[in-house]
């Protein structure tokens, strides 16, 4: 083992958390190390090609864990500078104020939060501005009050998905501009970073026009001298004084070799997932069960949202390149019809033949992939899964990440699955300028999808924060109840997930931490 420097603040992970909080703390002077397993995805035109990326996995993890069952798990998930940022689709939402209060679903629960909307609202702000999010106010019908307009104008649909939103209107439904982090300027396109290109969502931003972690905070942060990162570098341990009570440094591989860095204050920012499982590894003898797990929380409550895609495949071609434009959440807390929450509606990026090959059900043998993908609209639907303290992370005897997870909560996103096929069908239906949608197949209009476990692209849940230490790991500030000096800021901290995209939560919560830590340093 090599021993190294000390530092006020060693952060581990770059992601939406991580590479948030260190360029709020990079102003202040302090010796802060960052430390990310991954390295710098490589600029490359394989970055927007979804052969390489979709069909390939070029970029992704090829470690495995196992689930429940003990068979092998290929998470889709990515190890680099920016985390999974870098992959994301950009639909920067807020959580609504609603979500952090108790909601009765259908399944049972959503817990509280120990902090209100009313808290979290100047950060969301300041999380706007800082990512570039491109939106419109007042059209989205479940939206919290906001102290300040969007920073960018909203991202304008393509023709189809114009008309889609008018059908949509026309049904008395209220779609609305998804919020949207990308660097792009409508009103002068040649002097646009963006290029609204049709391998956004899932791809890496070959032209670092997409607002990520890297982009718009690690390498900012890393223009002050104070700041230093070491990519390649996985933290293993995580190790603590005799007493129990304070985290005094990181055992880390790097090139091989171990070496041990200290720091005042330890930040644990690896993604819900990666930094459960590195607070179970880190158990020694006054914290048997793992570091800061007193409360037997660490690893439990695993959320990942229920996700699916419905592939909506219409006689009317789909020509749009930049599909994520339009959302819906007229169903959020539900109808008169189910009186609990459903979930919010959206698009991923356009499908194509070539990342229909990965996954593409057998349904119409006759017509290419490319047909289908041509012709299909790609809808992308949320609904909040509840923290059941038996899905969680756990480790195998060989320490490696085991992810048990029992679906729950389903019946809301049956019935929103039902809503979006009724309101396609209703289209049109005699109105003036309605557009009528027929299937472009005889028998399936809709071809819909689970994400699998695999899909851990929303992980929350795992660390949760809350005011009593008995239920909770985290205090309000994302400071281990337990130790002195411990916090975790990354999506592990949610009592409850919502229904919206997590990153923009993650990224304001990270600010909000980071101002408790800059009065404490
Ligand atoms: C394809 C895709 C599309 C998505 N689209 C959206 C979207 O449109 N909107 C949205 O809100 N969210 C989206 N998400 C989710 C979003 O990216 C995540 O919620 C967010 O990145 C999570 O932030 P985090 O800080 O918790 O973790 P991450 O961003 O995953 O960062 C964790 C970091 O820790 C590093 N790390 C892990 N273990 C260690 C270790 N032991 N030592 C050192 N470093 C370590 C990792 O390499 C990584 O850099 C998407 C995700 C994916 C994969
Ligand atoms: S150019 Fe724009 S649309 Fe294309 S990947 Fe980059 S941010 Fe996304």
């Known amino acids: 083992m090599l021993n190294s420097d000390s530092y006020d603040v060693i952060i581990i992970g770059t992601g939406a958390g991580g590479g948030t909080l260190v360029r709020r703390l990079a102003p202040t002077g302090k010796r802060i190390l960052i430390l990310e397993r991954g390295d710098y995805i490589p600029r490359e035109k394989d970055n927007w090609n979804p052969g390489a990326v ?17 068979a092998e798990l290929h998470p889709h998930t990515n190890y680099c500078v920016g985390g999974n940022t870098k992959f994301y689709g950009a639909a920067l939402f807020r959580l609504r104020k609603e979500d952090f209060g ?23 702000t300041e999380a706007e501005e800082l990512y570039s999010v491109h939106g419109q106010r007042g059209e989205d019908p479940t939206e919290p009050p906001r102290s300040k307009e969007y920073p960018h104008p909203p991202v304008s649909h393509e023709p189809r998905i114009q008309q889609l939103s008018d059908d949509f209107a026309r049904l008395g439904l209220r ?12 009103s002068n396109r040649r002097d646009s970073k963006c290029i609204r290109c049709a391998t956004c969502d899932g791809f890496p931003c ?78 020694n003898g006054k914290h048997p069960n793992g570091l800061a797990n007193g409360s037997d929380a660490v690893g439990r409550h695993y959320m990942g949202h229920i996700n699916s895609v419905l592939m909506a495949i219409s006689k009317l071609p789909n020509p749009t390149v930049f599909q994520k434009s339009l959302s819906v959440n007229d169903y959020y807390f539900g109808d008169d ?49 509840l923290p059941d303290p038996c899905n969680r992370v756990s480790l195998d005897r ?12 389903e019946e809301g996103h049956k019935q929103l699955i039902h809503r979006l096929e009724q309101a396609m069908k209703k289209q049109g239906n005699g109105q003036p300028h309605g557009h009528d949608f027929h299937g472009l197949f005889s028998r399936n209009l809709f ?8 899909g851990v692209a929303h992980q929350n849940g795992t660390i949760r924060f809350g005011n009593d230490r008995r239920t909770s790991a985290l205090d309000r500030n994302c400071k281990a109840h337990e130790l002195d000096n411990l916090y975790v800021v990354d999506g592990s901290f949610f009592p409850s997930s919502g229904a919206v995209n997590p990153a923009l939560t993650i990224i304001a919560n990270a600010l909000r931490v980071g101002d408790h830590l800059k009065a404490r340093l």
Not at 352 to 371: C, H, S, V, W, Y
Not at 373 to 384: P, V
């Open 54 to 70: 979709n069909l390939r996995g070029k970029y992704q993890t090829k470690e495995t864990w196992r689930d429940k069952d003990g």
């Open 206 to 283: 070959l032209v670092n026009a997409k607002a990520d972690a890297q982009v718009v905070c690690a390498d900012p942060a890393l223009t002050h001298d104070n700041v230093t990162l070491l990519t390649n570098a996985k933290v293993e341990r995580i190790l603590t004084s005799p007493s129990g009570h304070v985290a005094t440094g990181v055992e880390v591989m790097l090139e091989g070799q171990k070496h041990l860095f200290s720091a005042s204050i330890i930040v644990v920012s690896c993604g819900a997932i990666n930094s459960a499982a590195l607070l179970l590894r880190s158990a």
């Open 102 to 124: 108790e909601l009765r679903h259908h399944g049972g629960l959503s817990p509280a939060w120990p902090v209100g909307y009313d808290e979290m609202e100047p950060y969301y």
């Open 337 to 385: 019809d189910f009186r609990y929450p459903m979930g919010h509606i959206s698009f991923v990026g356009k499908l194509d033949g070539e990342t229909l090959k990965a996954g593409a059900p057998a349904i119409a043998p006759g017509f290419t992939l490319d047909l289908m993908a041509n012709h299909s609209l790609d809808f992308w639907l949320t609904s909040e899964d």
């Open 398 to 409: 060989d320490g490696r990440i085991v992810l048990s997870y029992k679906p729950n909560n």
């Open 447 to 454: 071809l819909g999808q689970r994400i699998p476990l695999a």
């Open 175 to 186: 779609p609305f501009h998804t919020p949207l982090a990308v660097m792009l300027n409508e």
